[in-house]
């Protein structure tokens, strides 16, 4: 199994990029697209299947694009992740390497998702046998996009990545909505009242919804939310926002609170970590702490270090180790994040954090360093599309003692760390699963200056 979960074959000297198979199921190909180097194929019958296979507990599973693995056993999936992180390294990163230590498994491999999205829309989608059997159904739907359809949605009747009440709640929205005739998303036309519903649990126990409008319909937005509190009386953080713009973020749109605080808390060794609607917060909420005390392992800090958090996101990770540290830079491109940021740090007592917003790329220069101290240690956690040339021109040149590299993308992270080698040295390197039954992994790799 290669980039994207895919399997890969050849056949007359061409790679073929075969999905929704597994390693060593035996099957006729029929091919999809065609390109210079390699082709894509679908299977179209199966001869003998493959002993790695595992019969998927989700009923939704080969449509809803949600979890592409649960048709492969938990450990197989540990073995390709792992594999995939030491392929990236090897062959994009091509450097020297450590023995790379065996991959973090996720204690839940299912239900561990504190965030999850739903679309309404009034063009469900509908299996074969469906269509065939000439029986009306009601084409409202609310639950995931097909994958490659942004128009067909899959009514999602149970989903196993999100605890309880999450699936409770979907499923009573949309009865009630079903119910008072309530209009449903048309993603084609772009009209309608019904858009998204936004679910967000906490280990804390606290609860967040966020409804979606896509116009302003106040009794029926009333009556919605009403019957959200009678029926769900645990929601601690009820909000709604009216969105009418040709795409679903609502960043920079006002979403208004009608219940409760306008956030929920996250918490990790005794700190509690503020999550509004528009915060971004790692979504696997367990294994998110074992990723950041394994980072903060990695620092190897005694309480003296200076240290620059990039990518600081909410200040997750700056808070998480400010205790361990001297002082914490964070720097973060958007200024919401870094408002959170600095909120986490005053709810906590945390005094020796300070946080900048900007383009990483011109936020870290010389006249940071000269105000806060060169760093000891620098942490950087960069969007899948990792770091840009200059800022790891910008780390070379101040030549930090050590760094801290967590990436969601091993790929990305090794093209990054062929341009540190020349002048550090891959000494540790820790992949942590945050995502099963799916491709993705993390990688936490630690550099030392030579």
Same mark, same amino acid.
């Not at 561990?112 to 009034?122: A, G, I, M, P, Q």
């Not at 040295?425 to 820790?430: D, F, L, S, Y």
């Given at each position: 199994m290669v980039a994207e979960g895919k399997c890969l074959v050849r056949h007359q000297n061409m790679v073929v990029f075969v999905k929704d198979v597994a390693?060593?199921?035996?099957?006729?190909?029929?091919?999809?697209? /065609?390109? /210079?180097?390699?082709?894509?194929? /679908?299977?179209? /019958?199966?001869?003998?299947y493959s002993d790695v296979r595992v019969q998927p507990f989700c009923e939704h599973f080969g449509v809803c694009g949600g979890c592409k693995w649960q048709h492969i056993g938990y450990e197989t999936q540990l073995h390709y992740k792992q594999k995939q992180v030491k392929d990236n390294l090897e062959r994009i990163g091509k450097i020297p390497l450590p023995v790379i230590d065996p991959i973090l498994p996720s204690e839940q491999v299912s239900y561990y998702r504190n965030k999850l999205e739903f679309t309404f829309s009034n063009n469900r989608w509908l299996t074969y046998e469906q269509i065939r059997s000439e029986q009306e159904f009601n084409r409202n739907? %609310?639950?995931?996009?097909?994958? $490659?359809?942004?128009?067909k949605i899959i009514d999602v009747q149970h989903c196993y990545l999100q605890p309880s009440p999450s699936n409770e709640i979907r499923l009573a929205v949309a009865n009630y909505a079903r119910d008072k005739d309530l209009v449903f998303f048309d993603l084609v036309k772009m009209q309608g009242f019904l858009r998204n519903l936004i679910i967000r649990t906490a280990?804390?126990?606290?609860?967040?919804?966020?409804?979606?409008?896509?116009?302003?319909?106040?009794?029926?937005?009333?009556?919605?939310?009403?019957? %959200?509190?009678?029926?769900?009386?645990?929601?601690?953080?009820l909000h709604y926002v009216i969105n009418s713009k040709g795409n679903e973020t609502f960043h920079d749109l006002?979403?208004?609170?009608?219940?409760?605080?306008?956030?929920?808390?996250e918490s990790m060794e005794g700190l509690r970590f503020r999550v509004g609607p528009k915060s971004f917060? $790692?979504?696997?909420?367990?294994?998110?702490?074992?990723?950041?005390?394994?980072?903060?392992?990695?620092?190897?800090?005694?309480?003296?270090?200076?240290?620059?958090?990039?990518?600081?996101?909410?200040?997750?990770?700056?808070?998480?180790?400010?205790?361990?540290?001297?002082?914490?830079?964070?720097?973060?491109y958007v200024p919401s994040a870094i408002e959170d940021a600095k909120i986490n740090s005053q709810i906590n007592n945390i005094t020796n954090t300070t946080f900048y917003a900007g383009d990483m790329k011109d936020v870290l220069n010389g006249a940071l360093f000269a105000e806060h101290g060169r760093p000891d240690v620098i942490i950087t956690d960069p969007p899948r599309a990792g770091m840009h040339p200059d800022v790891i021109k910008m780390l070379l040149d101040v030549h930090a003692p050590k760094i801290v590299y967590v990436s969601c993308n091993p790929a990305t992270q090794a093209r990054d760390l062929e341009m540190l080698s020349e002048k550090y040295e891959v000494t540790r390197i820790q992949p942590v699963d945050m995502f099963p039954q799916t491709h993705h992994v993390e990688n936490i790799v630690q550099l030392i200056a030579k």
């Amino acid at each position: 199994m290669v980039a994207e979960g895919k399997c890969l074959v050849r056949h007359q000297n061409m790679v073929v990029f075969v999905k929704d198979v597994a390693p060593g199921d035996i099957v006729d190909l029929q091919v999809t697209k /065609k390109r /210079k180097s390699y082709l894509e194929a /679908k299977a179209v /019958k199966f001869h003998e299947y493959s002993d790695v296979r595992v019969q998927p507990f989700c009923e939704h599973f080969g449509v809803c694009g949600g979890c592409k693995w649960q048709h492969i056993g938990y450990e197989t999936q540990l073995h390709y992740k792992q594999k995939q992180v030491k392929d990236n390294l090897e062959r994009i990163g091509k450097i020297p390497l450590p023995v790379i230590d065996p991959i973090l498994p996720s204690e839940q491999v299912s239900y561990y998702r504190n965030k999850l999205e739903f679309t309404f829309s009034n063009n469900r989608w509908l299996t074969y046998e469906q269509i065939r059997s000439e029986q009306e159904f009601n084409r409202n739907a %609310l639950g995931f996009h097909i994958p $490659q359809r942004f128009d067909k949605i899959i009514d999602v009747q149970h989903c196993y990545l999100q605890p309880s009440p999450s699936n409770e709640i979907r499923l009573a929205v949309a009865n009630y909505a079903r119910d008072k005739d309530l209009v449903f998303f048309d993603l084609v036309k772009m009209q309608g009242f019904l858009r998204n519903l936004i679910i967000r649990t906490a280990n804390t126990g606290e609860l967040m919804v966020i409804m979606q409008f896509f116009q302003d319909q106040p009794e029926d937005i009333k009556g919605l939310l009403d019957f %959200l509190l009678a029926e769900f009386p645990q929601i601690t953080s009820l909000h709604y926002v009216i969105n009418s713009k040709g795409n679903e973020t609502f960043h920079d749109l006002d979403v208004i609170c009608v219940h409760g605080e306008p956030y929920i808390h996250e918490s990790m060794e005794g700190l509690r970590f503020r999550v509004g609607p528009k915060s971004f917060y $790692q979504t696997n909420s367990a294994q998110a702490y074992e990723l950041y005390k394994l980072t903060r392992d990695f620092a190897g800090l005694t309480g003296k270090e200076i240290v620059y958090d990039l990518y600081t996101g909410a200040g997750t990770i700056a808070n998480f180790v400010a205790r361990q540290s001297a002082k914490v830079v964070g720097v973060e491109y958007v200024p919401s994040a870094i408002e959170d940021a600095k909120i986490n740090s005053q709810i906590n007592n945390i005094t020796n954090t300070t946080f900048y917003a900007g383009d990483m790329k011109d936020v870290l220069n010389g006249a940071l360093f000269a105000e806060h101290g060169r760093p000891d240690v620098i942490i950087t956690d960069p969007p899948r599309a990792g770091m840009h040339p200059d800022v790891i021109k910008m780390l070379l040149d101040v030549h930090a003692p050590k760094i801290v590299y967590v990436s969601c993308n091993p790929a990305t992270q090794a093209r990054d760390l062929e341009m540190l080698s020349e002048k550090y040295e891959v000494t540790r390197i820790q992949p942590v699963d945050m995502f099963p039954q799916t491709h993705h992994v993390e990688n936490i790799v630690q550099l030392i200056a030579k």
